[in-house]
């Protein structure tokens, strides 16, 4: 089945570091793959998606990068504020499939200043 | 501002009383999603519905957990009898022509304790 392991937390930076977390997939078919955020007592944001291999999704300085020959879908961000806080999740569903979207386990990001 | 409403937002019960969780999707998105999330298994797919339909529910157990959508603007999830590990934040999320690229929308979930 369908499967996301992204690296686990926490994780800590100071303010302007440069941030990657680790995204790697299992899937059948062709995924489309995505990012979310949620802050502290929120629900999940979508923060950047991808939807073909090669795709570069990105908002808010941040990229991921569609990697099918790695299966990968790694995030990034070349300077992090302390705004930035907060757990990130990789996620996939399946195009034409049963589109379930399957969640990896998060990723706890604090940034201090 | 279109965003998925849940109530009750918090939700303190004694064990083996009934629970229900309401979620109010976006007014024309025809894709609802539950999520259960804890800090053991994250974020766990319950059960998902399509043009009010249940596509999915193998996540859900089914002895004590039930999802319905009675009409296009209700979503809900009950569990009977409720246990303490059931203790978790519940999510619902809702889509449109969910195609593999459209986003999930999610509201800020009811946290339940079951005491």
């Known amino acids: 089945g369908n499967s996301v392991t992204q690296m686990e937390g926490p994780v800590t930076l100071s303010e302007e570091a440069f941030l990657t977390i680790n995204c790697t997939y299992t899937?059948?078919?062709?995924?489309?793959l995505f990012w979310y955020v949620q802050y502290p007592g929120e629900g999940l944001q979508l923060l950047l998606k991808?939807?073909?291999?090669?795709d570069k999704g990105s908002n808010k300085g941040f990229e991921a990068t569609y990697r099918k020959e790695t299966t990968s879908f790694h995030l990034e961000k070349g300077s992090v504020q302390v705004s930035d806080s907060a757990v990130y999740f990789c996620a996939l569903t399946n195009q034409g499939g049963s589109e379930k979207l399957v969640f990896g386990k998060g990723t706890k990001l604090t940034v201090n200043p | 501002d279109a965003r998925v409403t849940q109530t009750p937002r918090h939700k303190v019960t004694e064990m083996g009383q009934e629970v229900t969780m309401r979620c109010q999707p976006i007014?024309?998105?025809?894709?609802v999603f539950w999520y259960r999330q804890t800090m053991m298994q994250g974020l766990e797919l319950l059960a998902y519905f399509r043009n009010r339909a249940p596509l999915d529910d193998s996540g859900m157990p089914k002895d004590r957990f039930s999802a319905e959508m009675p009409d296009a603007t209700l979503a809900t999830l009950k569990i009977q009898p409720s246990e303490p590990r059931d203790s978790a934040v519940y999510f619902c999320?809702?889509?449109?022509?969910?195609?593999?690229?459209?986003?999930?929308?999610f509201g800020q979930g009811t946290r339940l304790t079951v005491v």
């Open positions: 007014l024309g998105h025809n894709t």
């Open positions: 999320a809702s889509g449109l022509r969910w195609q593999g690229g459209s986003e999930a929308f």
């Open positions: 991808a939807t073909k291999a090669d």
């Open positions: 899937a059948t078919g062709y995924p489309s």
